[in-house]
Each structure stands twice: as C-alpha cells, then as structure tokens.
C-alpha cells in the first residue's frame, strides 16, 4: 500500500491550498480515509476523515468551516482543500487508510499512512 501526499507549501494567512492524496496497493472505493497534522513540537492530530463512498465527512473543531475533505473514487485520491489559512495550521499533514470502509478519527484505526506534506502559513 502506498499513499503519496502533495500540494503542500507555503501561503499568506487568508489564503488557500489544496492537498491530494494518490492511494494504490488497495480497493479505495472500500476504504475510509482521514487527514491528520503534526504541528512542530506537537503531537500528530485527527484533522479530518471521510467514508468510503465521501457520503459522510467529520472535522476538528479547529477546522471545521474552513477545510473540506473529498474523494474520487475514479482516480483513488483524496483531497483537503484549506481555505482561510491561519499561521496556526501551520504543520505536516499526512494522509491515512482504514482497512474499513468507514470515517475514523483516531491514529490507530489506520493501517496506513502517507510521507506528509508541509503546509507553512505565514502571517
């Protein structure tokens, strides 16, 4: 299974990015994905998650209404797009599979994970 995050770089507060996140080494279309970050000097946190099918999709708190996860089935990728970027969100993002087709948002319901992709949010 291989996971390969991008989109990843840095931008002005207020700003947008958009993350990808190409899957293979697995049926995607049966898999729940979810991203998390890692901030420097903090430990690694559940951003947010979606289902197998993208019909359902949770967020943090910190993020919610700004940061929308999605998928295409068709080309396994899943996506973050960030909106309204705060020096805040600054972190490495990675992407991560469940071997179930349902959302998670803790670390150890994911089998696998992505190399990350660092998002700097200068302000």
């Known amino acids: 299974v291989q996971l390969q995050a991008s989109g990843g770089g840095l931008v002005q507060a207020g700003g947008s990015l958009r993350l990808s996140c190409v899957v293979s080494?697995?049926?995607?279309?049966?898999?729940?994905m979810g991203w998390f970050r890692q901030a420097p000097g903090k430990e690694r946190e559940f951003v947010s998650t979606?289902?197998?099918?993208?019909?359902?999709?949770y967020y943090s708190d910190s993020v919610k209404g700004r940061f929308t996860i999605s998928r295409d089935n068709a080309k396994n990728t899943v996506y973050l797009q960030m909106n309204s970027l705060e020096p805040e969100d600054t972190a490495v993002y990675y992407c991560?599979?469940?071997?179930?087709?349902?959302?998670?948002?803790?670390?150890?319901?994911?089998?696998?994970w992505g190399q990350g992709t660092l998002v700097t949010v200068s302000s």
């Open positions: 991560a599979a469940r071997s179930s087709h349902y959302y998670g948002y803790m670390e150890s319901q994911y089998t696998s």
């Open positions: 080494g697995l049926t995607f279309s049966s898999t729940g």
């Open positions: 979606t289902d197998s099918s993208g019909s359902y999709s």
